[in-house]
T-cell receptor, first 114, second 113 residues
């Protein structure tokens, strides 16, 4: 149980375009979803926390107009990277929680912006 | 704010060697502590966790004990295998930080046959 999926697993896009990444909790309802960014050989950095039906809370330094997060239901959250640039290339990982201290992580999405 | 400090790698061991990866934390209150493992090209998998002082988390031969007095959660395994090669992350989460997960820098382990 507690499976989280992400789609796509990898994506290549041109500079200036927007990319949407989906995160789904497959067998449970996630009250909270988290989005992380991981640079090569580095740790995960929390980007934002989203609760179903409300606006996401962004970490300091994360541009909310660039990284749009929508948590439309208890099983789906989306991250849209708008007007992507090469420096946005990274591994994006989502996780889902049920209100306790544990999070269940998706497999990640590798974004490459050319 | 809450944070985790983890022994930096990389760590290279021979098969059947003893493994220790140090992890210390700074937190308000009493967080839950976790070790996650990330295999190449994959997402994070929970390895073990402990939710209160003196708890011992264990899984797949790995162990870690929640030490409140030393604010530590060191990961140990008595005999590593080649298949244990991965990146290991120490993390904490707790009600005082809205259950956000704070990660250490990660330690890359390579086990050679």
């Amino acid at each position: 149980g507690a499976v989280v999926s992400q789609h796509p697993s990898w994506v290549i896009c041109k500079s200036g375009t927007s990319v949407k990444i989906e995160c789904r909790s497959l067998d449970f309802q996630a009250t909270t979803m988290f989005w992380y960014r991981q640079f090569p050989k580095q740790s995960l950095m929390l980007m934002a926390t989203s609760n179903e039906g409300s606006k996401a809370t962004y970490e300091q330094g994360v541009e909310k107009d660039k990284f749009l997060i929508n948590h439309a239901s208890l099983t789906l959250s989306t991250l849209t990277v708008t007007s992507a640039h090469p420096e946005d290339s990274s591994f994006y990982i989502c996780s889902a929680g049920q209100g306790n201290d544990e999070q269940y992580f998706g497999p990640g999405t590798r974004l490459t912006v050319t | 704010g809450d944070s985790v400090t983890q022994m930096e790698g990389p760590v290279t061991l021979s098969e059947e060697a003893f493994l220790t990866i140090n992890c210390t934390y700074t937190a308000t209150g009493y967080p839950s502590l976790f070790w996650y493992v990330q295999y190449p090209g994959e997402g994070l998998q929970l390895l073990l966790k402990a939710t209160k002082a003196d708890d011992k988390g264990s899984n797949k031969g790995f162990e870690a004990t929640y030490r409140k007095e030393t604010t530590s959660f060191h990961l140990e395994k008595g005999s590593v295998q080649v298949s244990d090669s991965a990146v290991y992350f120490c993390a904490l989460s707790g009600p005082y930080n809205n259950n956000d997960m704070r990660f250490g820098a990660g330690t890359r382990l390579t086990v050679k046959p």
